[in-house]
């Protein structure tokens, strides 16, 4: 996929050499890995092999025991633009339903990072969020509170809480555990539209290889170590020679 605006060669993220250990296991073992403006990359990999502790490490939230990561071509260390990048947590429909908040109060809290925690909601942030409503097909449920939503439903909420910054990179973590194929199916759809439609750079986290078949252009594998696959045709190649994604 190409985009014509984006420059596919310029990296937002740097992982170099990155070891992580936990006591004495070793969770992640020398993973270089280069994400680029307008991927969308799927980051799979079976339960325990690393793939959320990687995700933890490039989101700063633990330092790898050793090696560098980079974001827009900065040192995580000193970096600071933490706007630039969205995140939407594992399980982050598991919230409590009862939580008293709109969807238009939960998308405006994506702003918050903008305009500072105890500053005014202004016209432009009430904008952003509606544009990132209508930007997943939620705007007509803005008034209706959170908890009354199917979890798929939900799952679109936090995806616009996440884009309301204008974010330019956003990771998901394992984002469909628990929604039924059906809404799994419109929610890959829904996400590779954002991919080409805002040129967002995108990082799905994942053990559900065979959602991303359509949706994806690259796929890098981590257990412990990582391997990359710059197309799914590749991977089922390297990883399944049997298997052929279009059969």
């Known amino acids: 996929m190409s985009h014509s605006k984006t420059n596919h060669l310029e990296n ?3 992982i170099q050499n990155v070891s ?3 006591g004495k296991n070793e969770v992640l073992k ?11 990359l799927g980051l799979v990999g079976g339960n325990g092999a690393g793939k959320t502790t990687l995700l933890k490490i490039i989101l700063g939230l633990l330092k790898p025991t050793t090696g560098k990561v980079k ?17 939407v947590p594992q399980k982050a429909t598991n919230f409590d339903n009862n939580f008293p908040a709109t969807v238009l109060e939960v998308v405006l809290m994506g702003r918050y990072g903008r305009i500072g925690l105890f500053n005014m909601v202004k016209e432009i ?6 544009q990132a409503l209508i930007n997943v097909d939620m705007w007509e449920f803005k008034d209706k509170l959170i908890g009354d939503l199917s979890g798929g439903q939900q ?12 974010p330019e990179i956003v ?16 929610f890959y759809e829904l996400l590779k539209n954002l991919n080409s ?3 967002l750079t995108i990082v799905l986290v994942t053990h559900e290889v065979e959602n991303l078949i359509n949706n994806v252009d690259h796929i890098a594998c981590v257990d412990k170590t990582l391997f990359f696959h710059n197309s799914v045709d590749q991977y089922f190649k390297e990883s399944h020679p049997i298997i052929h994604p279009h059969s």
Do not use: M
């Open 125 to 130: 942030d009430r904008e952003k969020a509606k």
């Open 197 to 199: 439609k805002l040129e």
């Open 155 to 166: 799952q679109r909420v936090f995806i616009a809480r996440a884009i309301a910054s204008d």
């Open 171 to 186: 990771f998901l973590d394992e984002p469909t555990v628990g929604v039924e194929l059906q809404v799994k199916n419109e």
């Open 20 to 22: 992580f250990d936990f």
């Open 30 to 40: 020398d993973i270089n890995l280069n994400i680029h403006r307008g991927d969308y």
């Open 71 to 87: 974001l827009f071509g900065e040192d995580i260390n000193e970096f600071k633009n933490w706007q630039k990048v969205g995140y």
């Open 12 to 14: 937002i993220v740097e």
